[in-house]
């Protein structure tokens, strides 16, 4: 006859059941009630194999109190530790007869849930040899000896991922958690030798995967792209929400160092004769510039408003180029003597006659600027500068 049985013959949340909730102050309780009889069932079979930590700590302890019996330890020779001992099986001898007659054999096994998240080939082996040499003892046949190996190991990688996916991953969360209360020091302790070895395997695995052509990159942003990236996206909108405080952060940091990587980057690339702007335009190229069109189509839906308002930016800077020279020209000393002589007495030599240099270059530039002037309305108020108005009247006249 076969008998199973839970430590706590209640059914619950297999991941969390939460006893203490469910049963309150009185959980302490059924507990020493469930371990009570779970012990009495355990002892009347003389075969026994106890699954899982929780089992194997509670029957050894209870055990361990009873003044009956007594307990060998027989190690098995295999090269690993279950629950941090090494693999054994118990004798349980009867302490009240002479010949101290063997009352049990009690086997322990990691529990079978544990391969769903990959256990090692070395627990897949023990564990069916356990159950397999239990079957034996007991005469029961033996359907498969492979069924924990099976499970075991890279070939359940697969199936492990999406039980862990499934249950939310529960166990490497708290595995982070303790890590992460610890201070992570496994990571540190790792990231101190592999600077110490100048980190040959980073590089190696670098120049593995340049030789590949970065397969697992390529994949990888495949499948982001066809998500829509949205690890991206969320991480956009929390550095929005913190106002990008690393960004400014490191535009701080990079004024106060001088650039010194932009600096160090344009050199380079200057050096190598900047081959990421060459293949960028080659392949813009071989595109025909699908993104000058979009821009071209773009402007040309709103009605240009970046060339308009470049056009106003010019004109205003010419405005003021001309300005500063119609300003010049009527503090000039030729403008000056000009209007200091009577009306009929002040002439312009025109182009063409011999002059003066300075007297032919000042002709020229008040022609040019004083003509211009006429038809354009905005510097019209500068007429009305000092010796402006009266010199632009008597000059129109004598030429």
Not at 2 to 21: F, V
Request: proline share 4%; with cysteine; hydrophobic share 35%.
């Amino acid at each position: 006859m076969i008998s199973t049985s839970n430590l706590i013959p209640i059914r619950g949340d297999a991941t969390n059941p939460d006893w203490e909730a469910r049963f309150g102050d009185k959980w302490q309780q059924v507990f020493t009630l469930s371990l009570d009889l779970s012990y009495k069932l355990i002892r009347t079979s003389p075969v026994v194999i106890l699954v899982g930590k929780a089992s194997t700590d509670a029957f050894y302890n209870r055990l361990s109190e009873d003044k009956s019996v007594s307990i060998a330890q027989v190690n098995f020779k295999f090269d690993f530790k279950l629950f941090g001992i090494p693999v054994r099986f118990l004798i349980i001898r009867e302490k009240a007869t002479v010949s101290h007659a063997i009352q049990q054999l009690i086997f322990i096994v990691p529990h079978g849930a544990s391969f769903s998240y990959g256990a090692s080939y070395q627990a897949g082996i023990y564990t069916d040899l356990i159950w397999n040499a239990a079957a034996a003892i007991s005469s029961i046949e033996i359907k498969a000896n492979d069924h924990f190996v099976k499970w075991s190991g890279s070939s359940n990688s697969e199936r492990s991922m999406k039980t862990n996916r499934e249950r939310g991953f529960q166990n490497l969360k708290k595995a982070l958690e303790k890590q992460r209360e610890a201070g992570f020091p496994s990571l540190k302790k790792g990231h101190e030798t592999m600077k110490k070895q100048g980190y040959k395997n980073l590089e190696n695995a670098r120049a593995r995967n340049k030789a590949l052509g970065f397969p697992g990159v390529e994949k990888s942003l495949e499948v982001m792209r066809e998500q829509g990236f949205p690890n991206l996206k969320k991480g956009n909108e929390i550095r929005k929400a913190n106002g990008y405080e690393s960004l400014q952060r490191g535009r701080i940091t990079n004024k106060e160092r001088g650039y010194q990587g932009l600096i160090k980057g344009r050199e380079t690339m200057r050096l190598q004769g900047f081959p990421g702007t060459r293949k960028a335009n080659e392949i813009m190229r071989q595109q025909g510039f699908p993104n000058l069109e979009k821009g071209r189509a773009t402007n040309r839906a709103n009605g240009y408003k970046s060339l308009q308002k470049g056009h106003e930016t010019m004109s205003a800077t010419a405005y003021a180029k001309r300005s500063a020279q119609l300003s010049a020209l009527l503090n000039s000393r030729e403008v000056r003597e000009f209007l200091s002589k009577p009306a009929e007495e002040a002439q312009i030599i025109p182009i063409g006659e011999p002059a003066p240099r300075r007297t032919k270059k000042f002709h020229e530039d008040a022609h040019t600027l004083l003509t211009s002037y006429r038809e354009d309305p905005l510097l019209v108020e500068n007429l009305s500068q000092v010796n402006g108005q009266a010199f632009y009247d008597r000059y129109c006249v004598s030429v």
